[in-house]
């Protein structure tokens, strides 16, 4: 098979000769392989946490990954961020008819090796086919459950006054990878997408560390604003930032400067941002940058009560303003 | 941004065409139709919307700067038609 | 980035803020009348570093926000058309016409490409053999010899599928008109730093002669801006109106010639609507009668219709620095960010949207 025909959505032959040579090929596993209605997963003590998310990335391969590892780290991710340890992901696929089968395998591929790095396996699926023009080549939507320790409370309205606000690397690596693709620009110095799976990160974090970080968001579409933005509304408390602190790339900042874009709007990947009870904070940063994932990782400010619900940032040549929630897709600027 | 590499327009009648330039990684290829003087590789253009609109005067903006620092220190006089 | 991170360092910006600080003993009103002005000073948190008693008032510095309504509906119009793809500057698609925008029509099916340079929108002509591409022109006297220079290669090449909606403008005029109003104050003018490229700094010195307005020309870089303020301060202090050039590594007083050229050999000056100001006479670039085939509006036989400000908007007064936002009748109420009316809230930084954010 070449391409992708409606036949392979269908659930007949087609859809079967898919599932045999593809997708059992690269994600098979004892669950998967059952090929039954659903997944049933051993009993789990603890609570469990539930995330879907799904994707649309145009385009679906670019420097430093495709859709498909995207997919897979992005909720594995979201999971990550309520202290979660992940266990299984479903994998659902609606492809357009005409997708080469070679691009499929690729992403397929992809999936395998990210979910085998991650130690989190595909235990259930679904593909679906759409005429041409229906669909933009493939959409992914991936849900995940996990488990949550007892003691682990995650959420944004822990965050408190003094906390530090710790990001785990460069900001905009993958936003920006996105938009100099679209936008023809040819980079000669390193640009490339930042996905990466966050869980064990914050695995080491949680049980070495337990109480110490108090919030924690993955700064994917719309970028570190937003997300910063939701903590502080939902805690009516003050992000206040320090522009000289936080890490950018010197490639990525020049792209923003040459498209008009400012990377604390661009998505991140691989990326995320915890507030951290202050008087741990040395510690937290520690253990991070002794990782792969957070080897970068950077104190970038502190949560104050001076404009609750606001965040502000202070700039490098040492004036102050307000960074707003994002209003809309990020346009490149003319004037 | 720094100019890379002139490209003489294909045709042979309008000289040089475009430009590649290039800032910290990131380059890309700018159109010459709008500058006074041909840049050399080297140069710094001022770059907008896809065409170099000047070619920036690495001698004054040395000058600019010393005159930044002389005012920022008091020393410039405090006054006068400047630059 | 060199000759950018210079202009940027903290211990010098922060000496030029402290001496701008001892220069300025009364109050004093400035006006920027450039978006990347606009934009620089916000995004370096300037404002917070400039003495109370200066004020800094946001003039019509933004080609996008004051494009007329009239013209944003001809945009929709144009682009709803079969077989038109519509390419354009990106801050564009959100700007409100009298019922829709780009970005809403875009959603229902009409084709509106983001560029980054008119000559993108030739590219896609090149690519679209089947399709009429428009370029909506839109820009300052730094955007349209780079339109001009477009349509220039369009016709070279011979390009039937490519034209231009031409809705450029000149910076004098509406600085002429806004200078003619008596209630008017402004003591200084910060002038536009890539503009002045193009028109030289000769192209303010009406400002000074005729209405006594100090001029300073000046980059966009935090120390560019705070040098030229002190400039600017210096000359009101001492009762001067010149125009002088702050940003000399890149701007000369006759400017670029062969830009103007370009521009001359193209596009003619008509009368044209200003979002939120009216209509100023010879502040437009037309397109001239030889380059008819490249225009869009004779090419796909456009109507312009003439659309009046909406009622209540107090754009015009705002901009002049007669009045504050919350005097506007429509402020926060029919005109938001998310819905603007005119140019001060259509500009993600301009006086009504600032005001907005900050004050909220």
């Known amino acids: ?335 | 941004m720094r100019v890379l590499e002139i490209i003489e327009d294909p045709t042979g009648l309008f000289g040089a065409h475009s430009a590649i330039v290039d800032a910290d990684g990131i380059s890309k290829e700018v159109r010459l139709d709008l500058v006074d003087h041909p840049p050399e590789p080297g140069d710094y253009l001022i770059v907008h919307a896809g065409f170099a609109v000047n070619t920036l005067s690495e001698h004054e903006a040395l000058r600019n700067l010393q005159l930044m620092r002389e005012m920022a220190e008091g020393l410039d006089g405090g006054g006068g038609p400047g630059a | 980035m060199k000759y950018v991170d210079e202009f940027r360092d903290p211990e010098l910006v922060g000496s030029l803020a402290a001496e701008l600080d001892a220069v300025v003993s009364r109050p004093v009103r400035v006006m920027e009348v450039c978006g990347t002005h606009t934009m620089s000073i916000f995004r370096h948190g300037l404002r917070s570093l400039l003495p109370e008693e200066l004020q800094l008032i946001s003039g019509p510095g933004c080609p996008v926000c004051v494009t007329s309504a009239g013209h944003v509906d001809a945009f929709i119009s144009m682009a709803q058309l079969d077989n038109v793809i519509i390419a354009t500057f990106g801050d564009l698609i959100r700007v409100p016409g009298t019922h829709s925008s780009l970005d809403r029509v875009r959603a229902d099916g009409a084709r509106v490409e983001v560029v980054y340079s008119p000559m993108d929108g030739l590219t896609l002509a090149g690519s679209n053999p089947d399709k009429t591409v428009v370029f909506l022109g839109v820009g300052f006297e730094t955007t349209c010899p780079g339109i001009a220079a477009t349509i220039l290669e369009a016709s070279r090449r011979r390009l039937d599928n490519f034209c231009v909606f031409s809705a450029g403008k000149i910076m004098p005029p509406p600085l002429r008109a806004l200078m003619q109003d008596p209630e008017l104050s402004i003591d200084g003018l910060l002038c536009p730093g890539h503009v002045s490229i193009i028109t030289g700094t000769g192209a303010y010195r009406f400002l000074a002669d005729e209405f006594g307005i100090s001029c300073v020309v000046s980059g966009f870089e935090p120390t560019d801006v705070l040098r030229a303020l002190i400039m600017l301060v210096r000359q009101i202090n001492e009762g001067r109106a010149d125009v002088e050039n702050a940003y000399s590594r890149v701007v000369t007083e006759e400017g670029n010639k062969q830009a103007r050229a370009i521009l001359d050999t193209v596009f003619e000056l008509e009368d044209t609507p200003w979002r939120g100001l009216g209509v100023i006479a010879r502040s437009g670039f037309g397109i001239r009668e030889e380059f008819a085939p490249w225009d869009a509006v004779k090419k796909l036989d456009i109507i312009v219709q003439d659309v009046p400000e909406p009622k209540g908007c107090r754009c015009g007064d705002i901009l002049k620095g007669l009045c504050l936002p919350p005097d506007c009748p429509v402020y926060g109420k029919r005109c938001t960010p998310l819905n603007p009316i005119g140019p001060c809230m259509v500009s993600s930084e301009g006086t009504c949207a600032a005001y907005y954010k900050y004050t909220m």
């Open chain 1, 1 to 335: 098979m070449k391409t992708i025909l409606l036949d392979h959505g269908s659930g007949g032959r087609a859809s079967q000769e898919l599932i045999g040579e593809l997708f059992l090929r690269y994600l098979d596993n004892p669950i998967l392989h059952r090929l039954e209605d659903s997944a049933v997963l051993e009993s789990q003590t603890g609570r469990l946490a539930f995330s879907t998310d799904s994707y649309v990335v145009d385009p679906i391969f670019f420097p430093g990954g495709n859709i498909g590892e995207l997919a897979v780290n992005g909720t594995i991710n979201d999971l990550a961020m309520r202290g979660a340890n992940p266990l299984c992901l479903s994998l659902g696929l609606i492809l357009e008819e005409g997708l080469p089968v070679a691009d499929l395998e690729k992403i397929i591929a992809s999936i395998a090796e990210a979910t085998k790095a991650a130690g989190v396996p595909v235990v259930t699926g679904d593909t679906k086919v759409v005429p041409r023009g229906k669909a933009d080549k493939i959409f992914i939507n991936t849900s995940g459950i996990g488990v949550v320790e007892p003691d682990c409370e995650i959420t944004a309205d822990r965050a408190r006054e003094g906390d530090r606000i710790i990001l785990s690397g460069s900001l905009a690596d993958h936003g920006i990878t996105i938009l100099t693709r679209r936008a023809g620009l040819e980079v000669t110095g390193e640009l490339k997408s930042d996905t990466m799976a966050l869980h064990t990160l914050v695995g080491q974090l949680t049980r070495e560390l337990p109480g110490a970080v108090h919030t924690l968001r993955d700064p994917t579409r719309g970028g570190l604003a937003p997300s910063l933005s939701e903590i502080a509304a939902a805690a009516n408390l003050c992000m206040v930032l320090a522009e000289p602190a936080i890490p950018v790339r010197p490639t990525v900042a020049a792209a923003c400067e040459l498209m008009g874009l400012d990377p604390l709007y661009l998505a991140n990947e691989g990326k995320c941002v915890a507030l951290v009870a202050a008087e741990r904070a040395d510690e937290v940063l520690a253990l991070m940058r002794s990782t792969r994932e957070g080897s970068e990782a950077a104190i970038i400010g502190q949560v104050t009560a001076e404009y609750p619900g606001r965040v502000v940032l202070k700039t490098a040549i040492g004036g102050e303003r307000l960074v707003e929630p994002l209003s809309g897709e990020p346009l490149p600027r003319i004037c």
